[in-house]
């Protein structure tokens, strides 16, 4: 089934578990891929497809695709009757949650095609590695466990030629675009307290069609073929977020989702909150906590205080003016929550502040009890 329309020279569709960008004229091709990446000028297709599910699946199938890409490849282009000189991006998301995005300008043509998954594997760049490569395999480093089912794949189409480097660059924004979307969704590393700027498994191919006219030499964010690209990566992702994850701006206004990146434990934050109350609010929090976690007051509190604990953490706020930084902050995050604005200055006078020693596990103690003070305010006279 074709699923877009695009430039002379391109066809995309999708078949059974594949995505299949045709490259029916000639195109340079910069990609990730483990079987003819780098930068090509002799590629038939560009492939995104499904190897897997996203929790768990049949050992045989992944040792096929991980142990011998190449072996792997050329099955792949036998049962799908294409070229052998193909690039092949792997993922667990459904090829059905696949999002295209076309925009032009002045003749100029961009088409983004992306998959992505972040539920599991979601990473930011500088995270602890969980892997080192020597000899030709990869061996673990310490005990970090890398989940390694949750891929954000981009495949990007340009009508017109580039040079190399201006190849590079194009890239180069799309992988941009890409950690913006995460930033601006607040997705969380799995493997730290930073947001995300992708997944541990990300993959990319970007298409340029070589012809007679000048190849354009810019794709950085001055330009317009910049700008077409971070826009179409952009819509491409937050769509297939949603399609795959139901990750939407909505969705994100959770004070559990702010939060869960500072703590291991999914079930800390209801719990770590509910001991600071008596018995009977106690339990009302419990039962009521998702509708708690989501009220845009509370999280925007939640927010600004995360966004002044960042600050303290990068030593662009001074450490001295920690607490009273956050005896304001956590007192009005208190009137956020039980909706007393007038009691701002004796919240504030009452919050331990004092104690915070800029780690994350005083900065998430703090703001629980902030949480459970404002909840016992609300309800208990």
Same mark, same amino acid.
């Given at each position: 089934?074709?699923?877009?329309?695009?430039?002379?020279?391109?066809?995309?569709?999708?078949?059974?578990?594949?995505?299949?960008?045709?490259?029916?004229?000639?195109?340079?091709?910069?990609?990730?891929?483990? /079987?003819?990446?780098?930068?090509?000028?002799?590629?038939?297709?560009?492939?995104?497809?499904?190897?897997?599910?996203?929790?768990?699946?049949?050992?045989?199938?992944?040792?096929?695709?991980?142990?011998?890409?190449?072996?792997?490849?050329?099955?792949?282009?036998?049962?799908?009757?294409?070229?052998?000189?193909?690039?092949?991006?792997?993922?667990?998301?459904?090829?059905?949650?696949?999002?295209?995005?076309?925009?032009?300008?002045?003749?100029?043509? &961009?088409?983004?095609?992306?998959?992505?998954?972040?539920?599991?594997?979601?990473?930011?760049?500088?995270?602890?590695?969980? /892997?080192?490569? %020597?000899?030709?395999?990869?061996?673990?480093?310490?005990?970090? /466990?890398?989940?390694?089912?949750?891929?954000?794949?981009?495949?990007?189409?340009?009508?017109?030629?580039?040079?190399?480097?201006?190849?590079?660059?194009?890239?180069?924004?799309?992988?941009?675009?890409?950690?913006? /979307?995460?930033? !601006?969704?607040?997705?969380? +590393?799995?493997?730290?307290?930073?947001?995300?700027?992708?997944?541990? %498994?990300?993959?990319?191919?970007?298409?340029?069609?070589?012809?007679?006219?000048?190849?354009? +030499?810019?794709?950085?964010?001055?330009?317009?073929?910049?700008?077409?690209?971070?826009? %179409?990566?952009?819509?491409?992702?937050?769509?297939?977020?949603?399609?795959?994850?139901?990750?939407?701006?909505?969705?994100?206004?959770?004070?559990?989702?702010?939060?869960?990146?500072? +703590?291991?434990?999914?079930?800390?934050?209801?719990? !770590?909150?509910?001991?600071?109350?008596?018995?009977?609010?106690?339990?009302?929090?419990?039962?009521?906590?998702?509708?708690?976690?989501?009220?845009?007051?509370?999280?925007?509190?939640?927010?600004?205080?995360?966004?002044?604990?960042?600050?303290?953490?990068?030593?662009?706020?001074?450490?001295?003016?920690?607490?009273? &930084?956050?005896?304001?902050?956590?007192?009005?995050?208190?009137?956020?929550?039980?909706?007393?604005?007038?009691?701002?200055?004796?919240?504030?006078? %009452?919050?331990?502040?004092?104690?915070?020693?800029?780690?994350?596990?005083?900065?998430?103690?703090?703001?629980?009890?902030?949480?459970?003070?404002?909840?016992?305010?609300?309800?208990?006279?």
């Amino acid at each position: 089934m074709q699923l877009i329309k695009a430039y002379q020279g391109l066809k995309i569709d999708r078949r059974d578990k594949a995505l299949i960008v045709h490259l029916s004229k000639p195109h340079a091709v910069l990609s990730s891929c483990p /079987v003819f990446g780098g930068l090509r000028q002799d590629l038939a297709a560009i492939v995104n497809h499904q190897c897997c599910e996203p929790h768990s699946h049949f050992p045989a199938a992944l040792e096929k695709a991980t142990e011998d890409p190449s072996a792997y490849l050329q099955a792949f282009c036998r049962q799908y009757r294409l070229p052998a000189n193909c690039v092949l991006l792997s993922t667990a998301v459904n090829i059905n949650n696949a999002a295209p995005e076309r925009m032009s300008f002045g003749g100029l043509e &961009v088409i983004s095609l992306c998959t992505a998954g972040v539920e599991s594997n979601a990473a930011r760049a500088g995270d602890p590695a969980s /892997v080192y490569e %020597t000899r030709g395999c990869f061996r673990p480093v310490g005990d970090i /466990v890398a989940k390694k089912l949750g891929t954000i794949n981009l495949i990007i189409c340009i009508n017109r030629s580039l040079t190399p480097a201006a190849m590079v660059t194009a890239a180069m924004t799309a992988v941009e675009a890409k950690a913006a /979307v995460m930033a !601006e969704l607040n997705v969380n +590393s799995r493997y730290s307290a930073g947001i995300a700027t992708g997944t541990g %498994t990300d993959q990319i191919a970007l298409a340029a069609r070589t012809d007679a006219r000048q190849p354009l +030499s810019g794709a950085g964010k001055h330009t317009k073929l910049g700008e077409l690209i971070a826009r %179409t990566v952009a819509a491409s992702l937050k769509k297939s977020l949603v399609l795959q994850n139901r990750l939407s701006p909505q969705g994100q206004c959770s004070v559990k989702v702010l939060l869960e990146r500072f +703590s291991p434990d999914k079930g800390f934050l209801k719990a !770590e909150i509910a001991k600071h109350l008596p018995p009977p609010a106690s339990a009302l929090l419990v039962k009521n906590f998702d509708v708690f976690s989501h009220d845009p007051v509370t999280v925007a509190a939640v927010s600004a205080l995360i966004h002044l604990h960042e600050q303290f953490r990068c030593k662009i706020l001074p450490a001295p003016c920690r607490a009273d &930084v956050f005896s304001l902050g956590g007192a009005q995050l208190v009137a956020a929550v039980c909706g007393k604005p007038q009691r701002i200055a004796n919240y504030r006078e %009452t919050l331990p502040a004092a104690e915070l020693d800029g780690s994350n596990r005083a900065f998430l103690m703090f703001l629980c009890r902030c949480l459970a003070m404002g909840f016992r305010e609300k309800w208990i006279p």
